[in-house]
């Protein structure tokens, strides 16, 4: 007799993420919906994250361990290995907003939309943001005005769309995002689904994360001169002492962070 098919897959990438991985997997685990498959996708980790993984046997939906070309590939990796209607990509270092996220997500998504929830942002230095969904392609165009992991795409657009390109380093998602969106017109929803540690790769390289952002935007049909003069100034911005980081210290202090 074949198995129920899980409501959604939330998939996991990880390598050596062994300190952050465990918070995680517990917020995984404490949500309230049933139908829920975790799925982990390492990357052939040295630092102990393979010994946590098998410390979660049966509590983890599946779990593999070996060498990638890199974060998305290991995405379509476990995109290919999930079972459920929905899909939701949860980074290692992120955890959902409360134990009721996906219970609550999954009673508002519509197939036929890119459905984009509220994603909070948690800085080094301590601050929290909530970054909303905005606009429709055109928005994202620019900017990333939605964020991946608020983000649950039904697994038939998936496959109508295509998955992640790893020639991309930093920007495959961004990419991935135009053509969802292009395709599936965003639907953004009221309630607040992860939360994301700004820390990631494209906050360290941020030369890398421009130059990728100026080859999706000329792919998805911004012409070769506006998408060079944005991708400089996105740069210039970040690196500003007076960028988005300066700017949301002042705006933020004093204020009440969710736990």
């Not at 519509?110 to 606009?135: I, K």
């Not at 929803?189 to 994301?196: K, N, Q, V, W």
Request: hydrophobic fraction near 45%; glycine fraction near 8%; proline fraction near 7%.
């Amino acid at each position: 007799m074949p198995s129920v098919r899980p409501v959604v897959s939330v998939v996991t990438v990880v390598r050596n993420g062994a300190a952050v991985l465990a918070r995680c997997l517990e917020s995984v685990a404490g949500q309230t919906c049933p139908g829920v498959e975790h799925i982990v996708v390492d990357g052939a980790s040295t630092d102990g994250t393979v010994a946590l993984l098998q410390s979660w046997n049966g509590r983890i939906a599946r779990w593999t361990s070996g060498p990638d070309r890199g974060i998305y590939d290991a995405m379509n990796k476990g995109i290919a290995m999930a079972r459920g209607e929905w899909i939701h990509l949860l980074n290692a270092d992120d955890r959902y907003a409360s134990p009721r996220a996906l219970a609550e997500a999954l009673a508002v998504l519509d197939p036929a939309r890119t459905n984009a929830f509220p994603v909070w942002l948690d800085y080094p230095e301590g601050d929290a943001r909530l970054h909303r969904p905005s606009g429709g392609w055109p928005r994202q165009l620019l900017s990333p005005a939605i964020l991946h992991p608020g983000l649950i795409v039904h697994r038939s657009q998936y496959e109508a769309v295509g998955t992640f390109d790893d020639s991309f380093a930093l920007a495959a998602d961004h990419d991935f995002i135009l053509r969802l969106s292009r395709r599936y017109p965003p639907l953004h929803h009221a309630t607040p689904l992860t939360r994301m540690a700004m820390t990631g790769a494209s906050a360290r390289r941020l030369w890398r994360s421009a130059m990728e952002y100026r080859r999706v935007a000329q792919r998805n049909g911004m012409p070769f001169a506006a998408a060079w003069a944005v991708s400089l100034f996105k740069y210039a911005w970040w690196k500003s002492p007076r960028g988005p980081r300066y700017l949301l210290r002042k705006w933020i202090r004093g204020s009440v962070k969710p736990s």
